[in-house]
């Protein structure tokens, strides 16, 4: 089954500083890429996604970037702001379609 | 427009017993999916029901079992519940589950004593 590894598990920036937070996936057939950002007892929360046959995708201050031959897709934040402190997740659909497999999260926490 | 909304939010049992937790998936959406997230870790697959089948399962033991009803909601039965239960359980639904886009609910916390 696929496989998502991600890093850092803690990231630790300044306000206004950069985030980024890297994913790899096992299953070269898996096609479909969110991020889920989950604040502290709050539901996980689809922020943006990529599906493979795009290269990058940007929204406001986020962006997603998918190296296909790499089997590797990163999230990057910019101009971080103190709201942006939550967990974030990685996840992969799977050839097989209908499940998402997810990361262990990254502990994302901007400092003023 | 509601979204996915389940319940209970919370709620305690001891060893051994059983929980049922119920969801309503998001207007117009026909594919319910649950999922565990136990403390610090990312949710973890259970199940996805689609036309009141169970179409796909994940790595977890016969003692989860799951229902979906003609208007689409769910039920996500546990029994002979463990210490190792206890997590937050999250119900996802999805309009097209092979696109992938899922919304999910708030969660129900269940602790097992």
């Known amino acids: 089954g696929e496989n998502v590894e991600q890093h850092p598990s803690t990231l630790s920036v300044q306000e206004g500083d950069s985030a980024v937070i890297k994913c790899t996936y096992s299953?070269?057939?898996?096609?479909?890429f969110p991020w889920y950002k989950q604040e502290l007892g709050k539901r996980p929360q689809l922020i943006i996604d990529?599906?493979?046959?795009?290269g990058e995708k940007k929204d406001q201050r986020i962006a997603v970037t998918l190296n296909k031959t790499a089997k590797h897709f990163s999230l990057h934040i910019t101009e971080t702001q103190p709201e942006d402190s939550a967990v974030y997740f990685c996840a992969a659909l799977g050839g097989g379609g209908n499940k998402l497999t997810f990361g262990t999260g990254t502990q994302l926490k901007v400092e003023l | 427009d509601a979204g996915v909304t389940q319940s209970p939010t919370h709620l305690i049992k001891t060893r051994g017993q059983q929980v049922t937790l119920r969801c309503s998936p998001k207007?117009?959406?026909?594919?319910v999916s649950w999922y565990q997230q136990a403390l610090g870790q990312g949710p973890q697959f259970i199940f996805q029901?689609?036309?009141?089948?169970?179409?796909q399962r994940g790595n977890f033991p016969d003692r989860f079992s799951g229902h979906q009803f003609p208007n689409y909601s769910s039920e996500l039965n546990v029994n002979a519940l463990l210490l190792g239960d206890s997590a937050l359980y999250l119900c996802?639904?999805?309009?097209?589950?092979?696109?992938?886009?899922?919304?999910f609910g708030e969660g129900s916390r269940l602790t097992v004593l």
């Open positions: 207007s117009g959406h026909d594919t």
């Open positions: 990529i599906r493979s046959n795009v």
């Open positions: 996802a639904s999805s309009l097209d589950p092979n696109t992938g886009e899922l919304f």
């Open positions: 299953d070269s057939a898996s096609n479909y």
């Open positions: 029901y689609y036309e009141e089948e169970e179409r």
